[in-house]
């Protein structure tokens, strides 16, 4: 059974920094696609980035660019979310996700908020 279980989150000023964390279980992770999707006060779901199993590829959305980087560590079955330059725009719950063989989440994890406030 795919379990996924982010860590990480809180309140933090403009320009601090964040690490997420995901832990992942019951699957090959290094065999596995994964994303960081977020979800803002009253809107939907935004796609973050991917990064492919072996941990070599990794794609961001315009607005993160620059500024978040996505790891992952296969031997501790662990995805990471860097967050540098936070923005009160940021603001959102994190969500990780496996992708399943369609290319399309197969698995989420319950989310982690983040809350970038002076």
């Known amino acids: 059974q795919v379990q996924l279980v982010e860590s990480g989150g809180g309140l933090v000023q403009p320009g601090e920094s964040l690490r997420l964390s995901c832990a992942a279980s019951?699957?090959?992770?290094?065999?596995?696609?994964m994303n960081w999707v977020r979800q803002a006060p009253g809107k939907g779901l935004e796609w973050v980035g991917v990064?492919?199993?072996?941990?070599?590829?990794?794609y961001y959305t315009d607005s993160v660019k620059g500024r978040f980087t996505m790891s992952r560590d296969n031997a501790k079955n662990t995805l990471y979310l860097q967050m540098n330059s936070l923005k009160p725009e940021d603001t959102a719950v994190y969500y990780c996700?496996?992708?399943?063989?369609?290319?399309?989440?197969?698995?989420w994890g319950q989310g982690t908020q983040v809350t970038v406030s002076s």
């Open positions: 019951g699957f090959t992770g290094s065999r596995s696609w």
């Open positions: 996700a496996k992708l399943g063989a369609t290319g399309y989440e197969d698995s």
């Open positions: 990064i492919n199993g072996g941990g070599t590829s990794t």
